[in-house]
């Protein structure tokens, strides 16, 4: 079946540096790729909507600056988190989506846990 | 806007007990709601969605749900647990229309333990 590739699947950094998570379709092509994040005991959250080719949309409160959002290929989105602080902490997971409206799929990664120290 | 609340964050049955993990969702559109299930180390895979059709919808390893609209509910159900379903089941809605198809709402998540 459909596999998402996500890297790394975890990473320490320091406080002020940036980071930068990766979400492959290894055998489809994925036009829309989507990013959470996940707080301990905290549902997932929607934090942007990364389509291929053009700007990542949004959720209301997520800092666009903060958390960079590229999808230059059909097969790879990043995620980068800049000038990371302790409070970014969390666990990033993307999803890709393949298929047209009648035979949509979603297909998730198996997350990133973001500590900053 | 759209949300789910799952209640339970942890839920323990026996080997071959009936497995009951609730979920109610907020929906200001007709919502598609889904099932997820994620096991440690792995993404989350889709075990049923409701889209339109069927209320009770069947989905994979003996899983089941029935679509309340009176009761804006989306329990998951299956009749017999097994020692591999033990995992974390999170209940997620979508407004599912157009170019919104795919940006999903979850509940915070089940951890389902199951005693051999």
């Known amino acids: 079946g459909a596999v998402v590739s996500q890297h790394p699947s975890r990473v320490i950094c320091k406080s002020g540096t940036s980071v930068k998570i990766e979400c492959r379709s290894l055998d489809f092509q994925a036009t829309t790729m989507f990013w959470y994040r996940q707080f301990p005991k905290q549902s997932l959250m929607l934090m942007a909507t990364s389509n291929e080719g053009s700007k990542a949309t949004y959720e209301q409160g997520v800092e666009k600056d903060k958390f960079l959002i590229n999808h230059a290929s059909l097969t790879l989105s990043t995620l980068t988190v800049t000038s990371a602080h302790p409070e970014d902490s969390s666990f990033y997971i993307c999803?890709?989506?393949?298929?047209?409206?009648?035979?949509?799929?979603?297909?998730f990664g198996s997350g990133t846990q973001l500590s900053v120290l | 806007a759209q949300s789910v609340t799952q209640l339970g964050s942890h839920v323990s049955v026996s080997e071959g007990a009936l497995v009951l993990l609730r979920c109610n969702y907020s929906s200001s559109v007709p919502p598609y709601l889904f099932w997820y299930v994620q096991y440690p180390n792995q993404g989350l895979q889709l075990l049923l969605k409701?889209?339109?059709?069927?209320?009770l919808v069947k989905g994979i390893n003996g899983f089941e749900a029935e679509f309340k609209k009176s009761e804006t509910s989306f329990h998951l159900t299956k009749p017999s647990a097994h020692m591999s379903d033990a995992a974390e089941y999170f209940c997620a809605v979508s407004d599912g229309r157009g170019s919104t198809l795919g940006r999903l709402y979850f509940g915070r998540g089940t951890q389902l333990t199951v005693w051999p």
């Open positions: 999803s890709a989506r393949s298929g047209g409206l009648a035979n949509e799929k979603l297909f």
């Open positions: 409701y889209t339109t059709g069927a209320t």
